[in-house]
């Protein structure tokens, strides 16, 4: 089945740097890759996806790339400001399985 | 649209006890998947529902059940509880064929 790897498992940066956040799947079928960010004591909650026919894709100070050859995509936040501090969790699901398997997640501290 | 929603959100059950959790998805929803989140594993899926038909299962032991009726509500029991199962168990529905996942606020259970 998929195998998601994540790192770092944690992130600090300053306010205003930049944080990124890689994930390699194993499944070469997969052709969805979402990221979720999750705050203390909420759901996780969808913040940007890609699918395998896509390169690259920005909303705002978010933007997701994807390798399929090498097979892993990063999440790349920009200007990072205390509200970005979550966990970020990134998964792969394809073909006929809808099923999402996640990365183990990275703690993000933005501080002030 | 209401978000999905689950019952009860905090439980306390004693080992060997069973539970019944509960998951309504967003309306329209047919596809609902369960998770459990816990600090060392992240998020790992457990079973997939679409049409009250089990679509897709995760590695958990044959304690884990789950079921789904014909208004798309699920539901999920563990049976013989084991204090490894204290965890935070989320589901997520989704429309049709589209592979993007709405997260309930889960259901927080602690086993003692």
């Known amino acids: 089945g998929e195998n998601v790897e994540q790192h770092p498992s944690t992130l600090s940066v300053q306010e205003g740097d930049s944080a990124v956040i890689k994930c390699t799947y194993s499944?070469?079928?997969?052709?969805?890759f979402p990221w979720y960010k999750q705050e203390l004591g909420k759901r996780p909650q969808l913040i940007i996806d890609i699918r395998s026919n896509v390169g690259e894709k920005k909303d705002q100070r978010i933007a997701v790339t994807l390798n399929k050859t090498a097979k892993h995509f990063s999440l790349h936040i920009t200007e990072t400001q205390p509200e970005d501090s979550a966990v970020y969790f990134c998964?792969?699901?394809?073909?006929?399985?809808?099923?999402?398997?996640f990365g183990k997640g990275t703690l993000l501290t933005v501080n002030p | 649209k209401a978000g999905v929603t689950q019952t009860p959100r905090y439980l306390i059950k004693t080992r060997g006890q069973q539970v019944t959790l509960s998951c309504s998805p967003i309306?329209?929803?047919?596809?609902v998947s369960w998770y459990q989140q816990t600090p060392g594993q992240g998020l790992q899926f457990l079973f997939e529902?679409?049409?009250?038909?089990?679509?897709n299962k995760g590695n958990f032991p044959g304690r884990f059940s789950g079921r789904q009726f014909s208004n798309s509500r699920s539901e999920m029991n563990v049976s013989t509880l084991e204090l490894g199962d204290s965890a935070l168990y989320l589901c997520?529905?989704?429309?049709?064929?589209?592979?993007?996942?709405?997260f309930g606020p889960g259901t927080r259970l602690l086993v003692l």
């Open positions: 998964a792969a699901s394809g073909g006929s399985n809808y099923k999402l398997t």
């Open positions: 997520a529905s989704s429309f049709l064929t589209d592979p993007n996942q709405y």
């Open positions: 499944d070469s079928a997969s052709n969805y």
């Open positions: 529902y679409f049409s009250e038909t089990q679509r």
């Open positions: 309306s329209g929803h047919r596809s």
